[in-house]
């Protein structure tokens, strides 16, 4: 069914909605209902909603960790190893960021998204405009794969549509009600990470500095650390965009916002921004309470776990607003803060940017539609399992 622009943020919202029930059907609904800032939830955790204290949280890396019991450690250091960023803290931690930083520069970002994305997007914007329905979802999948695969220096062959439905065994299973992978799950988990193993291996003896196993033989970090590495950048860096990019496109399309930006590029930002604050990719991070600390006025001990509901904390306007822009005071929350503020944000924004661009050109040549979409189910980072997006066909626009 094609979607029509009226009431066009109930449209959009209820999708959202939607998305987020399908992945999480009972976390989401649980935690949509928290209305204070700081809950105590037994057997879940502190949860924290509001978005002062969520950053306040993310910059105390002394009191609120990301090691120790309930943490992301707990879940991936089993399946990735100890040293993969997202399971460190300390000096290591910024250690191994800033011998990686250079790969994330403004210009390493655009050279290797022209490099590994110029010739797609021409075919995304030549294909719609011709009147061809694409399915986003898989094409939003191809562009972060041949991307990551560049990053971690693997084949682009490597990170295809097989390995990403291994992958989404490894990380549906993960529930925020269970802190810890099952046995069973973490043999699963390595054993689809392994088959990333040979090609990361050989990345890592290549040693190519315009690689994150390159960087990390560089920082005289072995070739096991390096395996793990790559495992979690092929984690982080391909399911949080693959979902946005398609419920960014569905949201501009409910709102009328599609037709608007391919005329007047001016907002382009801000929306790109306010879909990040609507959709919240990632919607929930995890810390461990390393010592005592107050997080509003509720007192936490060290061991338990605190979860940061950044979709709730992102939530400061009703609807979808380029216009007003509420997702500038945010900061980025959507991207963490401090310490562990996402490190492919600039390559992220690098791919939605050319993505959206190539959308947009050819809306202004031949306005489009979604023709159909699902949201997916049982899946960690909410997003749509199809988006058909095409050309506005004559029955729909009488
Ligand atoms: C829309 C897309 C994305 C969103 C919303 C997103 C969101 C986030 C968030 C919220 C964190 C912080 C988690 C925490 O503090 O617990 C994070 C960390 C991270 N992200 Fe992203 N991310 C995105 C895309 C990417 C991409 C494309 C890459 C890789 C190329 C990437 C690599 C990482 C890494 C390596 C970390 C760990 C950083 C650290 O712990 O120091 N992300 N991301």
Known sequence: MVTRAAAPDRTAMRWEER?????????YPMLASITRPVLRVPGLGTVVTDAALLR??????ASFAKTGPGSPSELWTPVLGPRVLLNMEGADHLELRRRLAPLFTPAAVSAIVDRTLGEPYASLRERLESGERVELVAEARRCASSVISALVGLPASVVDDRL???IATVTGAVRLSRPRMTPAQVRHARGVMAELTGHAAAAW?????ETVPGRMRELGLDEQESLGAVGAFVLTGTETLVAY???LICLLADTGWLRRLSGDRGHVDAAIAEGLRVTTPSPVMLRSVAREARVGDVVVRPGERIVLATFLADRIAPGFDPIGNPAASLRQLWFGAGAHF???APLAMAQIRGMLTAVLDAEAVRPLAVHSRRAARGVLIPGYRSVVLGGVSEAATA
């Open 205 to 209: 003896r290549r040693g190519d500095p």
């Open 245 to 247: 990019l398609p419920r």
């Open 342 to 344: 996402c490190l492919g």
């Open 56 to 61: 306040a949280v993310l910059m105390d890396t």
């Open 164 to 166: 990403f439905r291994r």
């Open 19 to 27: 998305v987020m029930r399908a992945a999480h059907p009972l976390a």
